[in-house]
């Protein structure tokens, strides 16, 4: 039910190891599903592993994670019945029009002889183009929307990586010197900034965002960093916000595009873009101004996390330096081929539709979410598919307040005895008590909704939430899963 992602302090994140772990213990067969069959035992470690003992009286089997009932911590092997609105996924699927293709290959599979499938296998016995000119054709078409300037995106605009990861990183080795060099940051925002900072070894300034005005931009700080600091290079820029799915102000933007002194990158990454207004999108703009790089996925809207491509709107100059310095054939045949499939414009129509179906189930959480005793304030926006909200220590009308902790038992208590998995995100600047909720289908908002009113309540009756030993740490890692 959890993911194994990067964090800050490690390539690969292990989520904390729960308290207690509902298998059944191999030597007394002890155990089902409303008992906790085995409990942690946080005084004792085996090699800085943490150590489980079955709690049954007379038995007192232990075992630690290297146990194979317990090798999955960590791993993401979800079966389908879990309910996924941690990685802001689109829950609705692809956004391709495939007519009935997806029918006739679920039928071959599954053996109907009369199922009749032609694959094409894209030509796979040779090496992708490695100049993607039709993709980047089909990707300056979308953004040419000319609502920000009259002059028009061209292929040479334009840099193709394995998903954003790749744009962040490219462009750090290309205008940072490691061990030297820094960059700029206004938190809250997507953890993989400071992930690729450090693989490069460099330092990290941090302007946090106006937590009192809707996590706004704070362009006169930041100029006054620049001012003051040569050698941060790049400014990383996040609209619509993530974890705060706020639009930045255009305005803000430009005031730090025209620091008059300052002569590095303004990186703005758009990935949640197609979830906020029509005419949001900036990516035309770097037509205008040559520092700045507009970064876009098809992870999101487009709902194609599994293909990983991401995008970098740019000067030709700085194109030219991204795609030189990339893996030859760094974008697959495949990935290819699905892009340019769903950028054609029945696709971009199926995207929208789906985009209205999140858009609509997005407006029943803001109504219905605050209805449910113990939840707070929506901090941020709405221009994304999801909601950063406040749990309470205790309901709102006895006088909640935010907590790190109720948000917290919240969270794990939803994926390991619920299996909805949602994201903690107390730690975060601004954020005290907030988890973020990825928006589902209709089912999986439902379902959400009627565990966190039930879980919530369970832990109002009890006699307050009780604090979990080592929880800030739970708390920290927690926070720390990045996407």
């Not at 709690?55 to 090798?71: A, M, N, P, R, W």
């Not at 925002?189 to 941090?206: E, F, H, P, R």
């Not at 954020?431 to 879980?455: M, N, S």
Request: aromatic share 8%; proline share 6%; charged share 25%.
């Amino acid at each position: 039910m959890f993911r194994q992602m990067a964090d800050e302090n490690n390539p690969v994140f292990n989520p904390a190891p729960p308290e207690v772990w509902t298998y059944p213990c191999e030597k007394c067969d002890f155990g089902t599903e409303d008992k906790f069959a085995l409990k942690a035992h946080n005084s004792e470690y085996h090699m800085g592993i943490k150590v489980y003992q079955c709690e049954v009286q007379g038995c007192g089997k232990k075992y630690d994670l290297k146990d194979s009932f317990t090798q999955h911590i960590g791993d993401y092997k979800d079966d389908g019945s879990n309910i996924l609105l941690d990685a802001n996924e689109n829950a609705f699927g692809p956004s391709l029009d495939m007519g009935d293709h997806v029918e006739r290959v679920h039928d071959a599979m599954n053996g109907r002889p009369d199922a009749q499938v032609e694959i094409d296998f894209l030509r796979l016995h040779r090496y992708p183009d490695p100049h993607q000119l039709e993709l980047k054709k089909l990707l300056c078409d979308l953004r040419n929307t000319h609502v920000h300037t009259s002059r028009s995106l061209k292929p040479e605009n334009l840099f193709v990586g394995v998903g954003s990861d790749e744009v962040i990183d490219a462009l750090l080795r290309c205008f940072c010197t490691p061990g030297h060099d820094k960059i700029l940051t206004c938190p809250p925002t997507y953890g993989m900034y400071a992930v690729s900072a450090q693989v490069n070894d460099l330092d990290i300034v941090k302007i946090p965002l106006n937590t009192a005005s809707a996590f706004s931009l704070r362009p006169e700080a930041i100029n006054q960093a620049l001012s003051s600091d040569p050698s941060i290079k790049l400014v990383y820029l996040c609209s619509p916000g993530n974890p705060t799915a706020s639009l930045i102000s255009k305005t803000d933007i430009q005031q730090v595009l025209e620091h008059p002194t300052w002569n590095g990158v303004v990186v703005l990454d758009e990935a949640y873009i197609d979830f906020a207004s029509d005419g949001s999108s900036l990516a035309e703009w770097v037509t205008e101004w040559p520092n700045l790089v507009v970064m876009q996925t098809l992870s999101k809207a487009f709902g194609l996390a599994g293909i990983r491509l991401g995008t970098a709107f740019t000067s030709p100059e700085i194109a030219v330096l991204l795609n030189s310095l990339s893996a030859p054939y760094n974008i697959s045949s495949p990935t290819s081929a699905i892009a340019q499939a769903a950028l054609q414009p029945k696709s971009v129509a199926v995207m929208r539709c789906k985009r209205e179906k999140i858009m609509k189930q997005r407006d029943r959480m803001l109504q219905e979410l605050p209805r449910v005793p113990g939840i707070g304030r929506f901090l941020g926006g709405a221009d994304s598919n999801f909601l950063l909200v406040e749990v309470l220590d205790k309901p709102r009308e006895m006088g909640g307040r935010p907590s790190n902790t109720t948000a917290m038992s919240l969270y794990e208590s939803l994926a390991g005895e619920k299996g909805v998995v949602v994201r903690f995100r107390g730690k975060e600047v601004g954020c005290e008590g907030c988890v973020r909720i990825t928006v589902g289908t209709a089912d999986e908002v439902d379902r959400f909704l009627q565990e966190t009113r039930k879980l919530l309540a369970a832990i109002f009756q009890s006699d307050g939430v009780k604090a979990v030993e080592n929880g800030d740490v739970n708390a920290s890692t927690a926070n720390d899963v990045i996407a």
